[in-house]
């Protein structure tokens, strides 16, 4: 979507409700939202709280957010903010800090952790544990190694067995 004011790529939208039965929707570059935001404070003189600094913060984040580039795909945060989609897996760290809470509001968190089949149950360490001696339990096996195979054996009997 391109900017109401300039050609460039419009990355702050902003929806006003004038009155009851109109909303006035502006899309807007970095720049033409900062002076936008500027004049439309400056215009208001009733309000009471002072939205400046917010304001700033808010335009410097946005500056901030894309004016990191991926150098494999050359995509900008504000194309991920506009599509929903990343480039290539490069992004995650170039956009790292932007992603972040991005990640924790959909996810919960920002650690992927896996799954676990349903077979498991409920002690999914120790099922967990089994499978690795069961791996380990085969290489043993084919080097010959009985002895040490047995042992592996008899550990995998007593999680069993737990």
Known sequence: MKCHK??????????EIVSKNNVQECHFCEECAQK??????LEKETIEV??????AK???NLAGATSAVCETC??????????GRLGCP????????ELLPYLENIHGETKHCGKFPTRYGTNKNIQKEIDL????????????????????????RLLENQ
């Open 50 to 55: 002072d939205l400046g600094p917010s304001i």
């Open 90 to 97: 490069n992004d995650y760290t170039v956009f790292r800090d």
């Open 74 to 83: 050359s995509m900008q945060f504000a194309d991920f903010r506009n599509s």
């Open 133 to 156: 001696l069961r791996k380990q339990l085969q290489s043993v096996i084919q080097k010959e190694k009985y002895e040490e195979a047995a042992g592996i054996r008899d550990k995998i």
């Open 58 to 60: 808010m335009v410097e």
């Open 6 to 15: 300039c050609p460039k790529v419009a990355t702050m939208h902003i929806t």
């Open 36 to 41: 936008y935001l500027q004049e439309e404070v």
